[in-house]
């Protein structure tokens, strides 16, 4: 079984910084890609960042240059740092994994939300 737990979600105000982490838990094998999405409310989920196990990143064009995408091979963790936080960033971040386990092969996992909120 595989767990994914995201923490480092919070209220800040616009302008200001929040690091998300997640953490890969469970009988794994090996993790591939690793990514943060984003839903707010009455909204699509959609992709923020994604970084592969070799280190490679991709971001939506509208986060350029505000979120980093980053991991820690050997602790299985994925971060998000979010920085000059806009209104409009406001949702519920979940962190994605594609992995490996001793039984099973590679397949998606779900974290369960963490809430980033910010104010004006």
């Known amino acids: 079984q595989v767990q994914l737990v995201e923490s480092g979600g919070g209220l800040v105000q616009a302008g200001g910084s929040l690091r998300l982490s997640c953490a890969a838990s469970?009988?794994?094998?090996?993790?591939?890609?690793m990514a943060w999405y984003r839903q707010a409310p009455g909204k699509q989920r959609e992709l923020v960042a994604t970084?592969?196990?070799?280190?490679?990143?991709n971001y939506a064009d509208s986060l350029k240059g505000r979120f980093t995408i980053s991991r820690d091979n050997a602790k299985n963790l994925v971060y998000l740092q979010m920085n000059s936080l806009k209104p409009e960033d406001t949702a519920v971040y979940y962190c994605?994994?594609?992995?490996?386990?001793?039984?099973?092969?590679?397949?998606?996992?779900w974290g369960q939300g963490t809430q980033v909120t910010v104010s004006s």
């Open positions: 994605n994994a594609n992995i490996w386990t001793d039984q099973t092969p590679s397949r998606n996992y």
């Open positions: 970084i592969r196990n070799v280190g490679s990143t």
């Open positions: 469970g009988s794994i094998f090996r993790i591939n890609a």
